[in-house]
């Protein structure tokens, strides 16, 4: 079964620089969503699309910002990067009426030198 | 706002024993979900365990069951048979059943040891 993919994987930056983490849904999911975790932490909610339109917004700073797009792909831009930026960053997707679950993809570990 | 709490940060249980996670949360809804996620060192989300707040009967998947208790709102995860590869940070995690894309939130997590 096709699940949530992320790209990259892995990505190295330098302080003040930007990035861009990509999340490609499962087929038919209508809602996206963005969890950053730091080390030793549990995941927190940055930001959910539900249909491509921004639906709920959490603990986002103001240098990330993110969008969805047409084919349901969703990007997350992170710019002036911090070394406390440096984290996993989870994407999931979910679908209206199913059982509830997020699923997630495998995270695109960030870090900040 | 709804909270999940997960008092222990971290448990050790035998190899073939049995272990239990405990889980409380804070919620004035009456419609949501109740998930425990299992995260191993290679860092990835794995849904254990689901459990439907309307529904009065325990989750079970295999060795894994719940204790559901909606009143006392506390939602404990049991591991029966340990295993190796059930070493892992667990999660507890709630999500509300009300609108469709409903973020989940998640509990500080609990660090299980399996000892051989």
């Known amino acids: 079964a096709a699940g949530v993919i992320q790209s990259p994987r892995h990505l190295i930056k330098e302080k003040r620089e930007t990035a861009t983490l990509k999340c490609y849904p499962i087929p038919r999911h209508d809602t996206v969503y963005w969890y950053q975790q730091g080390p030793g932490q549990d995941p927190q909610f940055l930001i959910s699309f539900y249909e491509k339109m921004q639906s709920d917004k959490g603990s986002i700073p103001d240098r990330f910002s993110a969008q969805q797009f047409s084919d349901y792909h969703s990007e997350l831009n992170m710019s002036s990067l911090e070394l406390g930026d440096s984290a996993l960053y989870f994407c999931a997707s979910s679908v209206t009426g199913d059982t509830g679950e997020l699923f997630f993809g495998e995270g695109s570990r960030l870090t900040v030198l | 706002a709804q909270t999940v709490t997960q008092s222990q940060p971290e448990m050790s249980v035998q190899e073939a024993e049995t272990v239990t996670l405990s889980c409380t949360y804070d919620?004035?809804?009456?419609?949501?979900?109740l998930f425990w996620y299992k995260q191993p060192p290679s860092r990835q989300m794995i849904l254990v365990i689901r459990q439907e707040a309307y529904k009065q009967q325990n989750a079970t998947e295999n060795r894994f069951s719940v204790n559901f208790q909606k009143a006392a709102k506390s939602f404990s995860l049991k591991i029966s048979d340990s295993q190796l590869g059930d070493a892992a940070m667990y999660f507890c995690a709630y999500r509300s059943g009300g609108n469709r894309d409903d973020k989940i939130i998640f509990g500080k997590g609990t660090r299980l040891h399996i000892l051989p």
């Open positions: 919620t004035s809804e009456s419609d949501y979900y």
